[in-house]
């Protein structure tokens, strides 16, 4: 499907079910790559995003930073982003960007919170990492929740970004965090990338042996981040 796609070439499918379920997948990418463009364009330019830039900068994210990540504000709203989108509820709703409201609506799932895109190794976005402000309402990372295209025992935030540099040094770095994988770009190290929320998987393990055959754990030098690097050491 990858390569019929950079080629132009339309494919036939044996299965008819197969066939809708990649046209449904196909409409989640729409949904998902018009909502990353919303966001970002609401972080760099919406007057409600101050707040967000201005925490950005204190972490040592600039205007060029955030735009080469594509970050995004999601505004303290219940349906801007519902509004804005041009896509039915159902389909926000199974992309992870809606989510039923109480009175059978359908409400924005990210409210008040920086957005870091995620992606699949190809770049396409399928999901979204989100992190409250300082004084905010927890938790403090929301993640898009299990969806067709996002599966956070298989997703690797960086992957996307980090994959050529990965193969040439024949080396990923593991980190915890979005930031983490952006602050080691900034430093000259392409080659690194997070996990979601979750502990390093089997799953995760597979897709980095694709690129290279050597891991280098860079977890958090507190408690939590020495235990999760002792797990793995173990496995």
Known sequence: E??????????RYT?????ERREARGKLRDALAAAVEWYHERLLSGADSG??????????????????????????????????????????????????????????????????????????????????????RPPKYQNTPETALYRKSKVLYGLNWAKDEAVRADEVIVC????????????????????????????HVRTLQRFAPRLVLAFDPDAAGQAAAERVYEW
Request: aromatic share 10%; hydrophobic share 40%.
């Open 51 to 136: 707040a967000a830039r201005h925490y950005l900068r204190e972490r040592g994210i600039d205007g060029d930073t955030a735009r080469r990540y594509k970050l995004g504000w999601a505004p303290d709203d219940w349906d801007q982003l519902v509004k804005a989108l041009p896509f039915s509820p159902k389909v926000l709703r199974d992309a992870g960007l809606g989510r039923e409201s109480k009175r059978g609506g359908t409400n924005d799932f990210f409210r008040a919170r920086i957005l870091f895109p995620i992606f699949d190794p190809q770049g396409d976005p399928i999901g979204f990492g989100g992190r409250q402000l300082p004084g905010g």
């Open 2 to 11: 990858f390569l019929a796609a950079k080629a132009g070439i339309a494919l």
């Open 15 to 19: 299965d008819r079910n197969e066939g």
């Open 176 to 203: 915890e965090g979005y930031t983490d994988v952006i602050g080691f770009a900034e430093v000259g190290l392409a080659r690194a990338v997070a996990t979601c929320g979750t502990a390093l998987t089997d799953e």
